[in-house]
């Protein structure tokens, strides 16, 4: 089938993005689902830094691929073998499919899936297929799914479906920033009522973070971004209080929990130097794979700290993003403040420019 989708053309090149313009526009050949694979119209996509790091050069993929990994949409046809989602169902797209039998994915979440990631890197789905041509030219998928488009072809391992209370642009976020966010204070760290967190880092992922800890209840929630636009945007949300960077080294602040979802060195840096004796560091954010911070050992070892790496928040996607719902449903979770803006698949060059610069938390392709 034709459909019109975002394809990224090269990485790389001069901001802004509006003006030299990366992806394209286009349409696309669309092959039917194989076995095990499903054929979703899609109704919203959120634009992450996942997908600014693939256009800025941080993240190194095959090209040309059609971006966008955070979507959610309608289910319009079931490969061979599918039978436990109907024609119909509304679905949220996960980044990373579980396959259920390597060795990350008997780790409840902790570890990523192997074959899933194999599958991420070389721009195909899981089973190894490709389902996108261009004037006859296969086009990579991004991240298993390539939702900056009207319909895209996944593997069912790739979705889990929601309710259809559940509008699009929210179950969009719910796959990504929320799994991410959330599943940091979640399902990376262990706290207890009383314990302080902190989020340094307030883009949308961080802010999910922010929403999940305000939901825990009983605990002060400190947020940190040097946009002060952001520490307010937090409090709105729920935060006790926020601070930039040089303030909070002033004032020689500190949580129980610190997560890290700023995906740079610096931030890392300040997440750790501001964990209290006894407490956790959890880093979710991806900086450029040359970044390399310096800590102190001895402080580890002396103040009894924990760093964790948390991968897409440690999920299992079939268990959390019921979960989330759930939490959306009975008003602890309003992931509808997470959305910025809503946008068309046309703006997406100025889209990118503006996550670039910080300005936006979650803007949301929204399709007819």
């Given at each position: 089938m ?15 993005f509006?003006?030299?313009?990366p ?5 696309l050949d ?32 095959p ?9 959610a ?8 073998g ?25 780790t ?7 074959a ?7 721009g ?27 319909h895209?072809v ?12 559940v ?11 929320v ?7 979640l ?11 902190m ?14 800890a305000?939901?825990?209840g ?13 520490l ?10 926020g ?7 002033d ?23 501001a964990t ?34 948390s ?10 993003i019921?979960?989330y719902?759930?939490m ?9 403040k997470?959305?910025?803006s ?24 929204v399709?007819?």
């Amino acid at each position: 089938m034709r459909i019109r989708g975002a394809v990224l053309e090269e990485i790389g090149r001069a901001r802004p993005f509006a003006e030299s313009r990366p992806i394209t526009i286009c349409d696309l050949d669309l092959d039917g689902p194989g076995p095990g694979e499903l054929l979703v119209r899609i109704e919203a996509a959120g634009l992450c830094h996942s997908d600014l790091s693939v256009v800025d050069g941080n993240r190194v993929r095959p090209v040309p691929m059609l971006l966008g990994h955070e979507a959610a949409g309608r289910v319009e046809a079931l490969g061979d073998g599918v039978s436990d989602v109907a024609v119909g169902d509304r679905v949220v797209m996960t980044f990373l499919p579980r396959c259920g039998e390597c060795a990350g994915c008997g780790t409840d979440g902790r570890m990523p899936c192997s074959a899933g990631s194999v599958a991420n890197n070389d721009g195909v789905l899981l089973s190894g297929g490709r389902r996108l041509h261009r004037d006859g030219d296969a086009v990579h998928h991004h991240l298993g799914v390539s939702g900056f488009a009207t319909h895209a072809v996944v593997d069912r391992r790739s979705v889990v479906p929601v309710g259809e209370d559940v509008p699009p642009d929210v179950a969009a976020v719910l796959g990504c920033a929320v799994l991410t966010g959330g599943g940091a204070v979640l399902n990376a760290a262990h706290t207890a009522p009383g314990d302080s967190i902190m989020v340094v880092g307030l883009g949308g992922v961080g802010m999910a973070a922010v929403l999940a800890a305000v939901a825990l209840g009983e605990r002060e929630v400190i947020g940190v971004d040097a946009v002060p636009e952001k520490l307010s945007t937090a409090t709105e949300l729920g935060a006790a209080a926020g601070y930039t960077p040089a303030e909070l080294a002033d004032r020689g602040i500190r949580a129980t929990l610190v997560v890290e979802a700023a995906g740079s060195a610096r931030a890392f840096e300040t997440a750790v130097a501001a964990t209290a004796p006894g407490g956790t560091t959890v880093t979710v954010g991806l900086p450029n794979p040359a970044a390399r911070s310096e800590i102190s050992p001895l402080t580890l070892v002396a103040e009894a700290r924990t760093i964790v790496g948390s991968y897409l928040g440690s999920a299992v996607p079939s268990r959390d993003i019921p979960r989330y719902a759930q939490m959306w449903r009975e008003g602890r979770l309003p992931v509808e403040k997470l959305i910025s803006s809503r946008i068309t698949l046309d703006e997406i060059n100025r889209g990118m420019d503006e996550l670039a610069d910080g300005r936006a938390l979650r803007q949301v392709i929204v399709f007819d």
